[in-house]
C-alpha cells in the first residue's frame, strides 16, 4: 500500500486477485456460472448487472449491482479499507468492487433512486475519480 505522498491520507486499498475467477470471466464463461462457484468476485455481479441493465431489467440489475457492491466492501475492509480513502482503478482487482458501485449507480438512476445515484457517484469520485470515466458516471 502506498500513501500518495502524503501522510495524513490513508493508503491505497489494493486488493488481492482471483486469478481463477478473472480467468473464467476473461475468457468468456457466463458471469452467472462465475458467480455460483465465486460468490465473492464483484466483477461477475457486475457483469451480470451490466447485461440486465442491456436488457433494460434495472430492478435485476439493481440486485446483481448491489450484491456486487456488499461482496466489494467486504473485500476491501477485509483488505484494511475504513471506509474511506483510495482505491486505485488502475489495479484490475479493484475493478471489479468499482465497476459494481456504476452499476449500482446506473441502476438506482434507471429506478429513480437519485440518492442512491449521488451517493454511489461520490464513493466512485472519493475511491478513484478515474472510475467515474471509465464507467460512464
Known amino acids: 500500500m502506498t500513501t500518495r505522498g502524503n501522510l495524513l491520507e490513508p493508503p491505497e486499498t489494493l ?11 476473461d475468457r468468456g ?5 462465475v458467480a455460483a462457484r465465486h460468490p465473492t468476485h ?26 456486487g457492491y456488499h461482496r466489494g466492501l467486504d473485500a476491501l475492509r477485509k483488505a484494511g479499507w475504513k471506509g474511506f480513502g483510495p482505491v486505485p482503478w488502475q489495479h484490475r482487482p479493484n475493478q471489479g468492487v468499482l465497476r ?13 433512486e437519485d440518492e442512491e445515484y449521488d451517493r454511489c ?8 475519480p478515474a472510475s467515474l470515466e471509465a464507467n460512464g458516471i
Open 121 to 128: 457517484a461520490q464513493l466512485l469520485a472519493d475511491s478513484d
Open 29 to 33: 464463461d457466463d458471469p452467472s456460472d
Open 100 to 112: 459494481s458501485v456504476a452499476m449500482l449507480a446506473k441502476a438506482a438512476k434507471a429506478i429513480g
Open 15 to 25: 486488493l488481492p486477485e482471483n486469478p481463477e475467477a478473472q480467468a473464467e470471466l
Open 42 to 67: 464483484s466483477e461477475a455481479w457486475s457483469r451480470l448487472a451490466e447485461r440486465a441493465l442491456e436488457s433494460e431489467q434495472p430492478v435485476a440489475a439493481y440486485a446483481y449491482a448491489r450484491t
